[in-house]
């Protein structure tokens, strides 16, 4: 037995006559941090590994995945997962025989045209864990157990991976993996992982890299090729590069504004650009355009709708707070209960008033 | 309040050793506007040799600035600095069109107008999955734990205060996100290195080491072979590290950063860093570290962070950010102002060690020129790199190429994708070229 672990089992001896009295034992550093007690590492010990290691029991039909579907993830993901306005899809690309190989086709013939999560993740754990900690974006954590075991089914079923009265629980998730359809996708033989090889039981080829260059340097070809330039449009797509350089050194910024200079003026932060900054600060802007439809109705469309209601602010402000359906379409819009209102007031005097930026 | 004894040890405000007589009697009538005609009549007396002649030399020396002419802010003005306003265009920026929601997004560090290795703290790049929030650190806890019993003896609990209270380092080092260049995969997509390049800052980190905290917990070297960071944000991101870059002491549990505490938005009050590997690792908010056998397979490495190869498989667990450089002055959207001297400057950086070696060429890589490494030359830290440049305003192309101490040489367009292909998305480490036009305009090109 080393020294240091030795010392190490004197330091857990002592911890654990101290633990009955509520204090740690001094270590090596004494008096810095304590126990963690069993409900502090339940309450934050939520991930779960590819091997299913700290998933929690628990079951969720296809049906009720749907239901919470709808209500707390449809109006950003769409109705079926597909949804590309606010995130890029979650399903779609895989098919019945992907289910059964394991790979997913599109990705090895390059056809796809987007990648979706489903096309890409190999491991169930992953969709359990992520939903769980993370989602919904606005009110992470506020899922139940069951509800995340509910809408893992549900995506299970929308990529065609599970039937329609499948009932997902810890008891049966093993099958659902055996079905993942990129299951077989991953690779890890690379270079690229800093730790111990596969080969010594971690991961990876231990540092090879894939690409070999070398430094030469006179003659090293004959002919320069340029195999891409700057499409034109994205030349002015970042705004002016002259406001984005230093106006002294020994070079500047292209003028990329088309405008002759001069012309800019410095705005105020005006009532607008307040109300502005709130709908960007809680992510309205990602599903309400200005004048346009994304997910829910542009601010203008709710606006004509509401002009000369005596009470269409209140009524705006109490559909803000407490989410709705059915106005707009079938995608409900998710309670904003996080927003004071104060700002809710702010923000719906913005809409009625044109939602300007400035 | 009025009873209070004068302070002591005061400097005299010094207005009657050159004021008037008559100014002073208007001071004590109140007549308070005499320092204004007092200026009037200086501008006045200014301004006579208005009629400088251009001939006759620069106006900005025959004519006295009014720094020069009058009396300055005082101290503490800003109480926190800022920089010049003449410096305002260079910030952090979205590229539109990336992303579709600020909070799920990435700001880019202006790397076109900097000087040296370190990012300042206000312009270091921004990624986050799920907005930031400025956490109070006297709520702010760091957990350790193992999987199951055994790979700790005992799992434990810090405060900010504590974690301040252990032993620290100070080391210097270059984040890169793993996506950094990601735009640019199948072609030229960025009209500057702030967009092609801007997701790598370097600063100097002041933290404690994990393999202390980690022994602080009694952990079992023997049955542990990876350890989960994970963040306190709404997204609760988590990363699987390999053990051995504990062991090696490089990863740290951070909170300073420059010289101060970490910005909210790099992670106040604590975050990992993972010297040479991709930024996604360096856990920010970090608020528990499990210690475990077996990788988690978390959606940034299972959904994300996964590199798409030619044959259709994605490559997973890649982590370690290869031996890069670009020249970051002139690049893409510049203008040279003139024929003549230039400075080529640029950065070089590799998660494998220290950069050994930077080549430029001026002619598309036909002929390299060795630069100038400038100090320190620090391990899994940026390098700068200069070298002299006379442009004799014909057309060019400008491209560095790093070499770290591995014998590893950064690849070209060519090389990379004959490999990995277009769609990887993260870990592009090409060389970068930049072209001059005649007309001094520089602008992004790729060479095969």
Partial sequence: ?358 | MADQPTQRGRVRPAPEHFLTEADIAEVKDGRRDFLRKAFLTASAAMAAPAIVRAEDGDPNILTLPPWTTSLGQPVAARPYGLPSQYEKGLQRRESPGLTRMSQVSVAFTPLQGLFGIITPSGLHFERHHQGWSDIDPSKHRLMVHGTDDGFVKQPKVYTVDDILRLPPVSRMHFIECGANTGMEWGNVAVPTVQYSHGMLSCSEFTGVPLRLILEDCGIDWKKAKYVLAEGADGSSMTRTIPIELVQSDEVLVAYGQNGEMLRPENGYPLRLVVPGVQGVSWVKWLRRIEVGDKPWATKDEAIHYIDLMPDGQHRQYTSTQECKSVITTPSGGQILLDKGFYNISGLAWSGRGKVKQVDVSTDGGINWRRARIEGPVNSKCLTRFNIDWVWDGKPAILQSRAMDETGYVQPSYGQLRAVRGTKSIYHNNAIQSWKVAESGEVSNVQVL
Wanted: glycine content about 10%.
């Fill in chain 1, 1 to 358: 037995m080393s020294r240091f672990s030795k010392s190490l089992t004197r330091v857990a001896m002592i911890a654990l006559a101290a633990c009955a009295t509520g204090a740690l034992a001094d270590g090596k550093y004494a008096g810095v941090g304590r126990a963690a007690k069993p409900a502090e590492i339940h309450a934050w010990d939520i991930d779960v590994r590819p091997d299913f290691k700290g998933l929690r029991p628990g079951s969720g039909s296809v049906d009720q995945g749907q239901e919470t579907w709808e209500a707390k993830c449809a109006s950003c993901h769409g109705s079926f997962g597909e949804s590309n306005e606010v995130h890029t899809p979650l399903i779609g690309g895989t098919t019945k025989d992907d289910v059964k190989t394991g790979h997913v086709l599109s990705l090895v013939k390059g056809d796809a045209p987007q990648r979706s999560a489903i096309m890409k993740v190999a491991t169930v754990s992953t969709l359990f864990d992520y939903i769980n900690r993370a989602m919904p974006l606005t009110t992470p954590k506020s899922l139940t157990n069951d509800e995340v075991y509910g809408l893992v089914a549900y995506l299970l079923n929308l990529a065609e991976i599970v039937p329609g009265d499948f009932v997902l629980s810890d008891k049966n998730i093993a099958e659902a993996q055996a079905r993942m359809p990129n299951r077989n996708g991953m690779t890890t033989n690379h270079g690229m992982w800093p730790g111990a090889p596969a080969s010594k039981g971690g991961i990876g080829n231990g540092g090879k890299p894939d690409v070999k260059n070398t430094a030469c340097m006179s003659n090293c070809k004959t002919e320069v090729k340029v195999g891409s330039l700057l499409p034109v449009y994205a030349e002015t797509a970042h705004g002016n590069l002259a406001e984005q350089n230093r106006p002294v050194g020994p070079v500047r910024g292209k003028d990329t504004s088309g405008k002759a200079p001069a012309e800019v003026k410095p705005a105020a932060q005006s009532d607008n650009a307040a109300a502005t900054k709130l709908a960007n600060d809680n992510g309205c802007m990602a599903c309400h355009g200005v004048a346009n439809k994304i997910v829910g109705p542009g601010y203008n469309e709710v606006a004509a709708r509401y002009k000369g209601q005596a009470d269409a602010e209140a009524k705006l402000a109490a559909k803000v707070r407490a989410g709705g359906q059915g106005a707009w379409g079938a995608i409900p819009m998710p309670p904003q209960s996080q927003l004071k209102d104060e700002d809710i007031r702010r923000l719906v005097k913005w809409i009625m008033s044109g939602a300007k930026a400035q």
